[in-house]
């Protein structure tokens, strides 16, 4: 019976992490699927071409979609604390962080201190990349001595500007 168990919650788990790794990869499809550049010797670009402008909206999305999915892929109890089968998922992180959330939603204890000095660290950390991207270009910018276009592809790798703007 404990096999029988095991087995059906190993099912479950798998659903639940196709379901949402298609979910985020649904998500993210604006961003990633652009029509590639060519040049006029019939060159590629030789980085990958992503849309910029849709980066907000998926980065957005995505979360919410793969929350969609998870809360719509039935899941059984789990009866043993050793499940590594999908160790290292980035989905099986989201579905413990979800699983971690409801939790909490479900006592309503307060944000913890060190999850206030996460975000607060998150901020700074997310400020030191915007000021060091900026440090870069204004090095290539005097080496070349001429204005150096920010690519694209590295403009959609930056997390989306917080609503007050970045310094």
């Excluded at 019976?1 to 099912?11: G, I, K, Q, V």
């Excluded at 998870?70 to 604390?81: C, E, F, H, I, R």
Aim: glycine fraction near 4%; charged fraction near 20%.
């Amino acid at each position: 019976a404990a096999a029988s168990s095991r087995r059906s919650e190993d099912h479950a788990k798998r659903r639940a992490v196709a379901a949402a790794a298609s979910a985020e990869a649904e998500a993210w499809f604006a961003y990633e699927a652009v029509q590639l550049s060519v040049d006029v010797g019939g060159s590629i670009a030789p980085l990958n071409q992503f849309n910029a402008s849709a980066a907000s909206a998926c980065a957005t999305s995505a979360p919410i979609d793969v929350d969609v999915a998870l809360g719509a892929t039935p899941m059984p109890p789990s009866d043993t604390d050793d499940d590594d089968l999908y160790t290292g998922s980035v989905v099986q992180e989201w579905l413990q962080a979800a699983v971690a959330e409801a939790a909490l939603a479900d006592v309503d204890v307060p944000r913890s201190r060190a999850l206030d000095e996460r975000d607060a660290s998150l901020a700074r950390l997310e400020l030191q990349v915007w000021l060091e991207f900026d440090e870069l270009l204004a090095t290539l910018r005097a080496a070349s001595r001429r204005v150096i276009p920010v690519p694209s592809q590295l403009l959609g790798l930056l997390p989306p500007p917080p609503p007050g703007g970045w310094p």
